[in-house]
């Protein structure tokens, strides 16, 4: 960073955060569109789109997004077990023009990996009917999953992923979409130029110096996501729901209650239960080891204050 010309513009498009990208996730670097954050990334897929088609609940920003680009918004409730609502999708894509479909996976705020054949589905009709399928793989260092090869066999496909998570650089704001180089073209051109900075694109070529290690941090993370919803296992009125994120929901009798009850021991989580079937819950983000404990040990205390009529 101190070698960078901080007086001059950087690249036109971050040329060298996407050749190192090109060459760690093996995809033309014609196909990659840097920028800061993958929300920006939302923001243009919306903004180049006649429609924003999404699941419910989901990610906010995909809402947010149609709504402050004036693109027309449906959402289709997930299935049961926060199952991908593929047979719904399809029928709202029949429903007027080709738009884009948001499907992040691992899902926010669910934490749920949906099986590849659904989310082929979804691609397969996708591409019969000119939508753009973007999957948001915010999350996939924690679920070990990768589903770029359905990106390689369909152009109607582009991929989301950021740095903000498993690499552990929220404040330096670096995302990325692969696709095709012609769809990379189109998307390209809703975002500004120069709009990777010279400090963000210095981090993020500086991180891929050893790009193993987003893996690494992601797997000491899930191991202790693991042990958190086991020891939740034994309690004795809150649900956790499985999860393949850095979080995951736990569904309690009265969430506004478990949520104070919780603050007042120092532990902040986030209500959920104002959205559509996660009644009662609240989203857990995974901490350190001694966060973990601390979270568990308020959670048993909380449950037992509720339980015995607060
Ligand atoms: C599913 C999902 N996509 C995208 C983002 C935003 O990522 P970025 O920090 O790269 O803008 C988030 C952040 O919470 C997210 O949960």
């Not at 690249?11 to 840097?34: C, Q, T, Y």
């Not at 923001?43 to 699941?55: I, P, Q, Y």
């Not at 934490?111 to 979804?122: H, I, L, N, S, T």
């Not at 690494?216 to 649900?239: C, M, Q, Y």
Request: net charge neutral.
């Amino acid at each position: 960073m101190r070698d960078a010309p901080w007086n001059r513009y950087p690249d036109m498009h971050a040329e060298g955060v996407r050749s190192l990208l090109s060459r760690f996730l093996e995809w033309p670097a014609d196909g990659i569109v840097v920028a800061p954050g993958s929300n920006f990334l939302v923001l243009a897929l919306a903004m180049a789109a006649r429609r924003v088609l999404d699941t419910s609940p989901s990610f906010a920003f995909y809402e947010g997004a149609a709504r402050v680009t004036g693109t027309p918004y449906r959402a289709v409730r997930l299935g049961p077990d926060f199952g991908l609502p593929v047979d719904g999708l399809v029928r709202e894509m029949d429903q007027g023009e080709a738009g884009v479909v948001f499907v992040a996976s691992p899902h926010a705020p669910t934490g749920a990996v949906f099986p590849v054949p659904d989310v082929e589905r979804v691609a397969e009709a996708a591409r019969r009917r000119g939508w753009l399928l973007a999957i948001d793989e915010a999350y996939c260092q924690f679920s070990r999953t990768d589903l770029r090869p359905l990106a390689r066999a369909n152009p109607n496909v582009v991929v989301l992923r950021t740095f903000s998570k498993a690499f552990g650089l929220g404040g330096v704001r670096a995302g990325f979409l692969l696709a095709v180089p012609d769809v990379a073209a189109k998307v390209q051109a809703m975002l500004p130029p120069f709009d990777v900075p010279v400090h963000t694109a210095a981090v993020i070529e500086t991180v891929l110096e050893s790009p193993g290690r987003a893996e690494e941090v992601a797997s000491g993370l899930a191991t202790e996501r693991d042990r958190v919803i086991a020891g939740l296992a034994r309690h004795p009125t809150w649900r956790p729901h499985p999860s393949q994120a850095n979080f995951f929901l736990v569904r309690t009798p009265d969430a506004e209650a478990a949520w104070r009850s919780l603050l007042a021991r120092g532990i902040l989580v986030r209500r959920q239960d104002h959205l559509p079937g996660l009644e009662g819950c609240l989203r857990v983000s995974v901490g350190t080891p001694r966060e973990n404990d601390a979270f568990l040990a308020a959670a048993f205390e909380a449950g037992a204050e509720v339980g015995a009529g607060r």
